[in-house]
């Protein structure tokens, strides 16, 4: 008969976060470790006699309560990678997940990585002058690249924020766009203010706005800019020309920060025409001072079903 090993909490609510809404937490873990998991009042238990199995257990609901204690709520994502971690005697690698996060001010709370890709993404941005992010739909390098930025612009260490992207339509047509620039490139940048929109209130965005702290615009009016003392965010990178590429690395002035994101499997330019993105990382990825950071499909956190999605496609190529 297998003998029960349980982790006691002193406190109900904290049970119920590391546990996971409707106990999805639990049930992950189950499967991780292949054997029933159960939470009953303020204890979480397993039963196995594999000697491992248990202290695994233990080992991770030692972390989860940590985290939750942090104010953090753990997500199944974050079960996987501290399981992953820990399974794999990875340490390191499991403080890194546990101690990054980024706070905004007047922001809607800590905003803390999902597993060890971002972990290392949060880490190298506020390391390096120029990231580079790239990875498939759903892995958070936008939603991350936007919240360090505004971070790093609320608390006044860079002037103001600078959103771009190229204009380029994914495989169709949408004809004329009525109104002024700010309204033309909007539709493109709506991913950005989505990220935006999700960690700080959207009174925080207008002010910026309206005090020039934020500035949108289409990567082919970049030209001839100097920009110091910016964060600047390129999204969808990939649909860059090596041209443009060029252009806007060599737009960093004194005292900026540039993190450029993409994914090279969706590039939407004509055939004919390479991805700068791909040539750039080609280049410049022997260069020490340039964080380069790569997602899979498995760092999909946009939702399981996403994560499955992505696995297919890769699995096709």
Known sequence: MSRPVAVVFDDNALVAEVCGANDANLRLLEDLLGCPVLSRGNEVSIHSDDEATRSLFSSIFFELEAIARNGQSPSTDLVRSLYKGLSENRHTQ??????????????????????????????????????????????????????????????????????????????????????????????????????????????????????????????????????????????????????????????????????????????DLPSRIPSGLSHALEILSGIDDIHISSFGGSDVVRSALVRKIVAAYEAET
Not at 154 to 183: C, I, W, Y
Not at 221 to 247: P, W
Request: charged share 25%; net charge positive.
């Open 94 to 267: 499991v403080d890194l997940i546990k101690h990054k996060h980024i706070a905004i001010p007047g922001g809607f709370g800590l905003i803390y990585p999902k597993g060890a890709a971002q972990a290392e993404f949060i880490r190298g941005i506020e390391n390096h002058d120029l990231s580079f992010c790239i990875g498939p739909a759903g892995t958070g390098k936008t939603f991350l690249a936007v919240a360090h930025a505004l971070s790093e612009v609320l608390t006044r260490k860079r002037r103001k924020l600078v959103l771009t992207r190229p204009v380029v339509e994914a495989g169709e047509n949408l004809g004329f766009l009525p109104g002024d620039l700010s309204q033309k490139i909007s539709p493109y940048l709506r991913p950005l203010y989505d990220a935006m929109d999700a960690v700080v209130p959207r009174e925080v965005v207008q002010r910026m706005e309206e005090s020039r702290m934020i500035e949108v615009a289409p990567l082919a009016y970049m030209r001839g800019r100097s920009l110091g003392d910016c964060y600047v965010i390129l999204d969808e990178a990939q649909n860059t020309t090596r041209e443009q590429m060029k252009m806007f690395l060599t737009r960093m002035g004194e005292g900026s920060k540039a993190v450029i994101t993409g994914d090279i499997t969706q590039v």
